[in-house]
């Protein structure tokens, strides 16, 4: 337990006497002794020695030292010890301070450090107790949770397996459908090919009339020109034979189509 700051406060060490220094006192030089030793005397002397005593005991000690700086001295002297002191005392009630704030915090690591040790076991202790009763009912809602997440894992799979399903057929329908207007579009260009083969083919065909028209014209045409030219050949001689023979003149002409 830390102590009180009364009972761990230690006196501070006296302050050192002061040494008087011992001084023999001097041995007045020897006065004279007057033969006349009459009574008015001697208490005439007296008078004159207790005076010097009073005034000389007002501002000197019987050393001769002035009492007031020597009385400044010594508190002066004083005070110094007394502050020194006051210092020394501070300190060490920080220090003590100090030692009993570290000792406080460690006991109450310790003690926090011990309760917590003990609240853990505590609570290893309540578990495991908690555990031993409450085994097979822990058990069993593993295997419900087991089973559950299992369940859960077969129709996250099965779902899984519907989508990318789904997925492969639109993909297929995508295709088959792109294949189809591919396959239209083919016919299409195919049938307007064919369509334009077609027209060709009909345009050679009647060019091909027209060129054959063309030449049985022009053949019958040479054929007439052959005929009427053998016939005008014909004429020729016949009229040369008939200007021999004075034959009438026949005329003849090309017939216009």
């Given at each position: 337990m830390?102590?009180?700051?009364?009972?761990?406060?230690?006196?501070?060490?006296?302050?050192?006497?002061v040494?008087?220094?011992?001084?023999k006192?001097?041995?007045k030089?020897?006065?004279?002794?007057s033969r006349?030793?009459?009574?008015?005397?001697?208490?005439s002397?007296?008078?004159?020695?207790?005076?010097r005593?009073?005034?000389?005991s007002?501002?000197?000690?019987?050393?001769?030292?002035?009492?007031s700086k020597?009385i400044e001295r010594?508190?002066?002297?004083?005070?110094?010890?007394?502050k020194r002191?006051k210092?020394?005392?501070?300190?060490r009630?920080?220090?003590e301070?100090?030692?009993?704030?570290?000792?406080?915090?460690?006991?109450s690591?310790?003690?926090?450090?011990e309760?917590?040790?003990?609240?853990?076991e505590?609570?290893?202790?309540r578990?495991?107790?908690e555990?031993?009763?409450r085994?097979?009912?822990?058990e069993?809602?593993?295997?419900?949770?087991?089973e559950?997440v299992k369940q859960?894992m077969?129709?996250?799979m099965?779902e899984e397996l519907?989508r990318?399903?789904?997925?492969?057929?639109?993909e297929?329908e995508?295709k088959?459908?792109?294949?189809?207007?591919?396959q239209?579009?083919?016919e299409?260009?195919?049938e307007?090919?064919?369509?334009?083969?077609?027209?060709?083919?009909q345009?050679?065909d009647e060019?091909?009339l027209?060129?054959?028209?063309?030449?049985?014209?022009?053949?019958?045409?040479?054929r007439e020109?052959?005929m009427?030219?053998r016939?005008?050949?014909?004429?020729?001689?016949?009229t040369?034979?008939n200007?021999?023979g004075?034959?009438?003149?026949?005329?003849?002409?090309?017939?216009?189509?």
């Open positions: 830390p102590r009180s700051p009364r009972s761990s406060r230690s006196r501070s060490p006296p302050s050192p006497p040494k008087k220094s011992k001084k006192k001097k041995s030089s020897p006065r004279r002794r006349d030793r009459s009574p008015n005397k001697k208490s002397r007296r008078d004159r020695g207790r005076s005593s009073r005034s000389r007002r501002s000197r000690d019987r050393f001769g030292r002035n009492i020597r010594e508190r002066e002297r004083a005070e110094d010890q007394e002191r210092v020394e005392e501070e300190k009630i920080d220090e301070r100090q030692r009993r704030k570290r000792q406080e915090e460690l006991e690591k310790l003690i926090e450090e309760t917590t040790k003990r609240v853990e505590l609570v290893a202790m578990v495991e107790e555990l031993r009763k085994k097979d009912e822990i069993a809602e593993v295997l419900r949770r087991v559950e859960n077969e129709k996250q099965l519907e990318k399903r789904a997925i492969q057929e639109a297929e995508r088959k459908e792109e294949k189809e207007a591919e239209r579009k083919l299409s260009i195919m307007e090919n064919n369509k334009k083969i077609l027209e060709a083919q345009k050679l060019e091909r027209q060129m054959i028209e063309q030449r049985r014209k022009i053949e019958e045409e040479r020109l052959e009427a030219q016939k005008a050949e014909k004429l020729q001689q016949e040369l034979l200007r021999k004075n034959r009438p003149r026949l005329s003849f002409g090309l017939k216009s189509k």
